[in-house]
């Protein structure tokens, strides 16, 4: 049996090992993936589509692959610094620190008359992006949540929670 407290057991940290996980590696790729797909159209077909378009809907065009842009060089940012820290090239805490940079904002309002002018495959694009980012914004808020406190040693439950934890423990072994 252990002579360990539960108050001596440092907490595990959730975010940490889901920043490390199958969930993060997926949605690395597919983020990844947005960005040279979108580059790709921006730089290709969606190039052509966009001189074909009226004035008013140019302009659309020009608005929203700019936001979508914009969008996605902040998701990559936020992808590769979680990646850095499953890398081990720098720590969750610093990791925190630098994500204040990232703006992973929802708050762009499109005027859906206008997007409706916009070719298929870039409202397609857009809407990919928005998922993206939902995804994004609810690990963030998992990894980064802050770390419960550890109860104090008097709370009456430590005895028993040390006792199970020791009992589990052994079994393990």
């Not at 008359?113 to 990919?128: F, T």
């Amino acid at each position: 049996m252990s002579d360990k407290s539960v108050s001596e057991v440092a907490p595990v940290s959730f975010g940490q090992k889901l920043a490390s996980s199958q969930t993060f590696a997926a949605l690395f790729r597919d983020g990844m993936g947005l960005v040279e797909e979108t580059a790709a159209y921006l730089d290709g077909p969606g190039r052509q589509q966009s001189k074909k378009l009226e004035r008013s809907a140019a302009l659309v065009y020009a608005t929203e692959s700019m936001r979508l842009t914009t969008r996605l060089m902040q998701l990559a940012s936020w992808l590769l610094l979680h990646r850095a820290v499953n890398e081990g090239e720098m720590s969750l805490a610093q990791a925190n620190k630098e994500k204040t940079k990232v703006k992973l904002s929802i708050s762009d309002s499109t005027d859906e008359d206008a997007v409706k002018l916009l070719p298929e495959r870039l409202n397609e694009l857009i809407e990919q992006s928005r998922a993206l980012l939902v995804k994004v914004r609810r690990l963030d808020a998992t990894i980064h949540a802050p770390v419960p406190e550890q109860p104090t040693s008097d709370h009456p439950l430590n005895q028993q929670i040390g006792l199970l934890k020791a009992a589990f423990e052994r079994d393990s072994r």
